[in-house]
């Protein structure tokens, strides 16, 4: 048994391609099953006291690697660009926790999509990025998805969307300050002081509409930020084993399981139109992630 345990550890070690995959897709799928938790969690508890709950139970999951590292990453001379990340941050995530209220799962992932093509706008305009021809379509592919899905001018566009859709956008600004933290900070500084602003941010809010949760709803609490927590770290495992260009493909995974998730927990069904869209809007958003190989796009 040892033998056949340590013959596996062998293999898993040998083969970096087959891990990035394998957590990337359990990324993809601890992400969305935290996002089908907060929908599910929402009809009880509300917005801003399960952001302090996601905030909070992801943090104590976390605690463990903090300490390995002596908290030496709390030492920052940039806090207050920290601060300012967990300021875009918090306002995203309540943003995205409310818009999960108001939508179905998977409608929301799809539109979740944008977020990386409003990094790509915000890293030309604010970073000096050169807008290359792909990107441009990238930005061109993605917005016509968002059309697909809205359908202005024959459906009303609905509230639930909007918010979803400026939630990407605060956490595009976000993503953007922590291109301009990588490098400075080390991972554990960006991590944990990132959960330590949003731990300050949102208990505020949350006292405002508290409602003690009972026992089984404070488990569930605890499941949504431990899930989180899983999802943070399965990601970096992923990127730590695999090119991200390998890797992005798989991230359009996360709309199969809102699908899957929003079907047989939720009873939601996707129409066709958020396939169409969605899949338009992942493509805008892989083809924004690909390395460029030449300059001329």
């Known amino acids: 048994m040892v033998g056949l345990f340590g013959l596996a550890r062998q293999r898993w070690d040998s083969a970096p391609g ?17 996002h089908g938790l ?8 509300p917005t801003f006291e399960l952001v302090f709950f996601r905030n909070l139970f992801g943090f104590l999951c976390l605690l463990p690697w903090l300490i390995r590292s002596g908290f030496v990453g709390f030492r920052s001379a940039r806090l207050w660009v920290h601060g300012l990340r967990g300021l875009l941050g918090i ?3 309540t943003s995205w926790f409310y818009g999960l209220s108001l939508l179905p799962l998977a409608e929301a992932t ?61 956490w595009s600004g976000s993503l953007l300050v922590l291109k301009r933290l ?9 991590v944990g002081t990132l959960y330590v602003f949003l731990i300050l941010f949102s208990i505020g809010p949350a006292l405002y509409v508290w ?10 609490l605890a499941v949504m930020g431990a899930v989180s927590a899983v999802s943070h770290l399965t990601l970096a495992k992923a990127f730590e084993a695999a090119e991200a260009g390998k890797l992005m493909p798989l991230d359009f995974t996360r709309l199969v399981w809102a699908a899957l998730i929003g079907w047989l927990a939720l009873a939601e069904i996707p129409d066709l139109w958020t396939w169409i869209g969605g899949t338009l809007i992942f493509l805008g958003s892989m083809l924004t992630s690909m390395r460029e190989r030449s300059k001329t796009g």
Request: hydrophobic share 55%; aromatic share 12%.
């Open 18 to 34: 087959v891990r990035g995959v394998l957590y990337m897709l359990l990324y993809t799928f601890a992400s969305t099953g935290m």
């Open 38 to 45: 907060v929908r599910y969690l929402s009809v009880d508890v």
């Open 91 to 93: 306002a995203g995530i």
């Open 110 to 170: 799809a539109l979740n999509f944008t977020a990386t093509i409003f990094t790509t706008l915000g890293a030309a305009l604010f970073l000096g990025e050169t807008m290359y021809a792909r990107r441009w379509l990238a930005v061109a592919v993605g917005f016509g998805g968002v059309l697909v899905m809205l359908r202005p001018g024959i459906e009303s566009i609905s509230f639930g969307a909007i918010v979803v859709i400026v939630s990407a956008l605060l």
């Open 182 to 190: 990588a490098g400075a900070d080390s991972p554990v500084t960006i």
């Open 211 to 220: 409602r003690t949760p009972d026992a089984i709803t404070l488990v569930w």
